[in-house]
């Protein structure tokens, strides 16, 4: 049986059992229900509640510890008033607090403020337990807002919406007022009344983190958007015109030189207007569209050490056009990651969801190609010097809570290269405790002739093949992988089965990707690959205890090529603490075999051309939060490794940790440093180190200054390098000083400053090869 045969066959079991289950999942009446009086009146956000509109509101308590405390009645008292006018949702929070000057509160940028008391509201505006909105505030009001998609079982904080709030503290606790303009939702506004999804929630962070709720929440049901309750009212409400426009005017001045002889600057200036346009054709329609975007990163991303690795690192993606509804094209493997979208000069986006049906769209150019070269053994970004139309539309049929069926297709192409794929994914929940995801996707590719050149070692591609082995061959595994003189296809199947209860879960995941599948518009790194895991694990929750949840779990997986090669084969039991000090702690067992790099990379077999390395590792992490104004945090492992560079055995130590100390309520300092090492036989290969320093002003609510430095220092032995002779030594620092004002997401100006030094064996200390001047302003007309 083929496995489109097998997919169908799994579709249409599924669609028929969607029909006939007669469960609920989603928000209901039973778990809480609020009803949200309609007022023709509006208040001023300032963190007090002196309108005599709120003498009219609708009033709730958070009477529920959910965590640690297992349903019991919170120790402290919390409640809330909601009220909606035509065009927007008021609420107010009073948190009483018996020790107040214990509440923990900063004054943060946006999304940054975790770990404070705090205040929230979580919204599923179609009650469908597909995605909610949640928004969170803490005491001096800070906001931070995030989707949670159940699909996918993420949260995403890249999100930012326009809204308003004020928190303030008194002699008894704090309280928050907030407004949320109903311009922010997706819903539909044919019904009268509305019926929405909904829990309110405080965080309440002291030796532990508590939880509290408007309801209970059980344990034993795997799905979180399931347990929402509901609110109804917003009796005629309507989105408005929901018509946003943001002009920008972005301007920089960017200064490279070769450092090796400390030569002259070549220095470029760039000043470009641009303009964003997000539009709420309907209250479930809405279009993004941008022209001249500024998609330059604001904030350095973090520090990666790409030492002693073979596959791409991955980089999240933080771009608000491609940001804004981003949930409605994710599917469970990443296929569509936008950050393959590098320089685009225009972007449009449309995405929609009407009763059980969700659509997007997306389609941008790019000054460039640029995409994944994926393999079984290695990965690496392949970069065509030609503009390529990138597009992605997404379709997602809900026919019933538990049923989950859509598609995405997404399409790369520039002159003598296209990639487009097609994929079908549902997902299935036939219990509260089971369920049921898989995906297929099918793609069909071309590359130009002579890409693979990028990749020969030595510019040499025309090496004699008798000659070609490890260490001294030209080519390598994305060599192969690009050589193409036709069009090629493949696919891949995903399929994946989840069990869980209060106390314990199982799961089970198989993955079979074909040698010639590509998904350039996505992030799948591996290819040539057949992946069958199981796992499970045990919960406990123990009473009047510093640890109130104990998991000890496990599982095992095994990896093959299309050919049936071994690849690896791995076995891990971990185990992890919550508790006291806000702490988390984890520990665990790698047991692996797994191969090395090919001793001939002129051709693909594994068997017979890879040494197969027996491994034994342990990490350790953990998280903390000693006193309120100190994290700390710690990575680490140690144990056996492939010294890939030679395709040998090797011992790897690595320890990671990492401190963030709130130095005042408004001053943040971000400290980590990796430490990494690695020992062959003979001596120690390298020795690698890598510096994240990130020191954060808020000066107020809207305005900050941030400055961040990465310093990577690596020392080798070359001596014993058998195939190549590195430097024995690389540094590289870059840094960056930035002020920003923001009046809202859109609304902000931006003032900045970064350079980079390098050093190796040639320069002798760190030398400055770049440094750039910027600015940005953008305002959001809301009409």
Request: charged residues 20%; negative net charge; contains cysteine.
């Given at each position: 049986m083929t496995v489109s045969n097998v997919l169908r066959g799994m579709l249409m079991a599924c669609v028929l059992s969607a029909g006939v289950t007669p469960l609920s999942f989603a928000g209901s009446s039973e778990q809480f229900h609020l009803t949200i009086p309609t007022i023709n009146q509006e208040v001023e956000i300032d963190g007090d509640f002196n309108e005599a509109v709120w003498q009219q509101a609708a009033e709730v308590t958070l009477k529920y510890e959910t965590s640690p405390g297992e349903n019991i009645a919170a120790p402290v008292t919390t409640s809330a008033k909601v009220f909606a006018s035509k065009s927007s949702l008021y609420f107010a929070f009073i948190a009483h607090d018996p020790a107040p000057e214990q509440i923990r509160v900063n004054l943060r940028d946006r999304d940054k403020s975790w770990g404070d008391d705090m205040v929230g509201i979580k919204l599923d505006t179609f009650n469908n337990a597909r995605l909610a909105y949640q928004f969170f505030i803490n005491a001096y009001g800070v906001q931070s807002d995030s989707i949670e998609n159940e699909l996918t079982g993420q949260e995403s904080d890249a999100w930012d919406g326009i809204w308003y709030s004020k928190g303030k503290l008194t002699d008894k606790g704090y309280q928050v007022e907030i407004q949320l303009p109903l311009r922010l939702f997706n819903f539909d506004d044919r019904h009268p009344l509305q019926t929405w999804g909904i829990e309110l929630i405080r965080f309440y962070p002291r030796n532990k983190t508590h939880r509290f709720s408007t309801h209970k929440i059980d344990r034993n049901v795997s799905c979180q958007l399931c347990q929402l309750g509901t609110a109804t009212g917003l009796e005629g409400a309507t989105q408005g015109k929901d018509l946003q426009i943001t002009p920008s005017l972005v301007a920089n001045q960017n200064n490279q030189r070769d450092a090796s002889n400390a030569g002259p600057w070549d220095d470029k200036t760039h000043v470009e207007a641009g303009v964003d346009l997000r539009w709420g054709i309907t209250p479930t329609t809405l279009l993004n569209a941008t022209i001249n975007p500024d998609f330059s990163q604001i904030e350095a991303d973090a520090g990666q050490l790409d030492v002693n690795n073979t596959f791409a690192l991955f980089f999240p993606e933080k771009r608000a056009f491609f940001l804004d509804n981003k949930d409605y094209f994710d599917t469970q493997l990443e296929l569509l990651h936008t950050r393959n979208i590098s320089s685009p000069d225009y972007g449009i986006k449309l995405t929609s969801k009407t009763d059980d049906h969700t659509f997007a769209m997306l389609a941008a150019n790019d000054?460039?190609?640029?995409?994944?070269?994926?393999?079984?053994?290695?990965?690496?970004?392949?970069?065509?010097?030609?503009?390529?139309?990138?597009?992605?539309?997404?379709?997602?049929?809900?026919?019933?809570?538990?049923?989950?069926?859509?598609?995405?297709?997404?399409?790369?192409?520039?002159?003598?290269?296209?990639?487009?794929?097609?994929?079908?994914?549902?997902?299935?929940?036939?219990?509260?405790?089971?369920?049921?995801?898989?995906?297929?996707?099918?793609?069909?590719?071309?590359?130009?002739?002579?890409?693979?050149?990028?990749?020969?070692?030595?510019?040499?591609?025309?090496?004699?093949?008798?000659?070609?082995?490890?260490?001294?061959?030209?080519?390598?595994?994305?060599?192969?992988?690009?050589?193409?003189?036709?069009?090629?296809?493949?696919?891949?199947?995903?399929?994946?089965?989840?069990?869980?209860?209060?106390?314990?879960?199982?799961?089970?995941?198989?993955?079979?990707?074909?040698?010639?599948?590509?998904?350039?518009?996505?992030?799948?790194?591996?290819?040539?690959?057949?992946?069958?895991?199981?796992?499970?694990?045990?919960?406990?929750?123990?009473?009047?205890?510093?640890?109130?949840?104990?998991?000890?779990?496990?599982?095992?997986?095994?990896?093959?090529?299309?050919?049936?090669?071994?690849?690896?084969?791995?076995?891990?039991?971990?185990?992890?603490?919550?508790?006291?000090?806000?702490?988390?702690?984890?520990?665990?067992?790698?047991?692996?075999?797994?191969?090395?790099?090919?001793?001939?990379?002129?051709?693909?077999?594994?068997?017979?051309?890879?040494?197969?390395?027996?491994?034994?590792?342990?990490?350790?992490?953990?998280?903390?939060?000693?006193?309120?104004?100190?994290?700390?945090?710690?990575d680490m492992y140690l144990g056996d490794d492939i010294d890939f560079a030679n395709n040998r055995s090797a011992t790897v130590n690595m320890f990671n940790p990492g401190v963030e100390w709130k130095l005042t309520e408004s001053l943040v300092l971000d400290v980590s440093h990796r430490y990494q090492t690695l020992d062959v036989d003979d001596g120690r290969l390298f020795t690698a180190n890598l510096s994240d320093v990130r020191l954060n002003w808020q000066l107020t609510l809207n305005s900050f200054i941030r400055f961040s430095t990465v310093y990577t220092h690596i020392e080798r032995d070359p001596a014993l390098y058998l195939y190549q002779k590195p430097d024995s030594l690389y540094q590289d620092l870059g840094n960056e000083l930035l002020y920003g004002y923001k009046l809202n997401p859109q609304s902000v100006f931006y003032l900045g400053y970064s350079d980079a030094f390098v050093a190796n064996d040639d320069i002798d200390s760190l030398t400055q090869d770049e440094k750039t001047y910027f600015m940005k302003v953008s305002y959001a007309w809301l009409l």
């Amino acid at each position: 049986m083929t496995v489109s045969n097998v997919l169908r066959g799994m579709l249409m079991a599924c669609v028929l059992s969607a029909g006939v289950t007669p469960l609920s999942f989603a928000g209901s009446s039973e778990q809480f229900h609020l009803t949200i009086p309609t007022i023709n009146q509006e208040v001023e956000i300032d963190g007090d509640f002196n309108e005599a509109v709120w003498q009219q509101a609708a009033e709730v308590t958070l009477k529920y510890e959910t965590s640690p405390g297992e349903n019991i009645a919170a120790p402290v008292t919390t409640s809330a008033k909601v009220f909606a006018s035509k065009s927007s949702l008021y609420f107010a929070f009073i948190a009483h607090d018996p020790a107040p000057e214990q509440i923990r509160v900063n004054l943060r940028d946006r999304d940054k403020s975790w770990g404070d008391d705090m205040v929230g509201i979580k919204l599923d505006t179609f009650n469908n337990a597909r995605l909610a909105y949640q928004f969170f505030i803490n005491a001096y009001g800070v906001q931070s807002d995030s989707i949670e998609n159940e699909l996918t079982g993420q949260e995403s904080d890249a999100w930012d919406g326009i809204w308003y709030s004020k928190g303030k503290l008194t002699d008894k606790g704090y309280q928050v007022e907030i407004q949320l303009p109903l311009r922010l939702f997706n819903f539909d506004d044919r019904h009268p009344l509305q019926t929405w999804g909904i829990e309110l929630i405080r965080f309440y962070p002291r030796n532990k983190t508590h939880r509290f709720s408007t309801h209970k929440i059980d344990r034993n049901v795997s799905c979180q958007l399931c347990q929402l309750g509901t609110a109804t009212g917003l009796e005629g409400a309507t989105q408005g015109k929901d018509l946003q426009i943001t002009p920008s005017l972005v301007a920089n001045q960017n200064n490279q030189r070769d450092a090796s002889n400390a030569g002259p600057w070549d220095d470029k200036t760039h000043v470009e207007a641009g303009v964003d346009l997000r539009w709420g054709i309907t209250p479930t329609t809405l279009l993004n569209a941008t022209i001249n975007p500024d998609f330059s990163q604001i904030e350095a991303d973090a520090g990666q050490l790409d030492v002693n690795n073979t596959f791409a690192l991955f980089f999240p993606e933080k771009r608000a056009f491609f940001l804004d509804n981003k949930d409605y094209f994710d599917t469970q493997l990443e296929l569509l990651h936008t950050r393959n979208i590098s320089s685009p000069d225009y972007g449009i986006k449309l995405t929609s969801k009407t009763d059980d049906h969700t659509f997007a769209m997306l389609a941008a150019n790019d000054e460039q190609s640029q995409f994944l070269v994926p393999g079984n053994l290695s990965s690496d970004i392949a970069v065509i010097d030609e503009q390529s139309h990138n597009v992605a539309t997404r379709y997602r049929f809900d026919p019933s809570k538990q049923f989950s069926i859509g598609g995405l297709v997404t399409l790369k192409q520039a002159n003598d290269y296209h990639n487009y794929l097609a994929s079908a994914d549902i997902k299935y929940q036939p219990t509260k405790q089971d369920t049921l995801t898989a995906q297929y996707a099918h793609s069909q590719t071309a590359y130009p002739e002579d890409l693979f050149t990028q990749f020969c070692n030595n510019n040499d591609c025309n090496q004699d093949l008798a000659d070609c082995q490890f260490g001294n061959c030209a080519l390598n595994e994305r060599v192969l992988r690009t050589n193409k003189e036709d069009e090629f296809d493949d696919g891949m199947l995903n399929v994946t089965y989840l069990h869980e209860r209060r106390n314990w879960y199982a799961s089970s995941q198989y993955q079979s990707i074909g040698r010639d599948f590509r998904a350039d518009l996505g992030f799948i790194d591996k290819v040539d690959v057949n992946k069958f895991v199981i796992g499970g694990g045990y919960m406990w929750y123990p009473q009047d205890n510093f640890f109130n949840r104990i998991e000890l779990g496990g599982d095992w997986d095994i990896s093959h090529s299309e050919n049936h090669e071994l690849l690896e084969q791995e076995a891990e039991m971990f185990i992890e603490f919550e508790g006291g000090l806000q702490s988390y702690m984890a520990s665990g067992i790698v047991q692996r075999k797994r191969v090395g790099r090919r001793h001939n990379p002129s051709i693909s077999d594994i068997d017979n051309n890879t040494t197969m390395f027996d491994e034994t590792l342990a990490w350790f992490y953990t998280n903390l939060t000693p006193i309120g104004s100190l994290k700390l945090e710690l990575d680490m492992y140690l144990g056996d490794d492939i010294d890939f560079a030679n395709n040998r055995s090797a011992t790897v130590n690595m320890f990671n940790p990492g401190v963030e100390w709130k130095l005042t309520e408004s001053l943040v300092l971000d400290v980590s440093h990796r430490y990494q090492t690695l020992d062959v036989d003979d001596g120690r290969l390298f020795t690698a180190n890598l510096s994240d320093v990130r020191l954060n002003w808020q000066l107020t609510l809207n305005s900050f200054i941030r400055f961040s430095t990465v310093y990577t220092h690596i020392e080798r032995d070359p001596a014993l390098y058998l195939y190549q002779k590195p430097d024995s030594l690389y540094q590289d620092l870059g840094n960056e000083l930035l002020y920003g004002y923001k009046l809202n997401p859109q609304s902000v100006f931006y003032l900045g400053y970064s350079d980079a030094f390098v050093a190796n064996d040639d320069i002798d200390s760190l030398t400055q090869d770049e440094k750039t001047y910027f600015m940005k302003v953008s305002y959001a007309w809301l009409l």
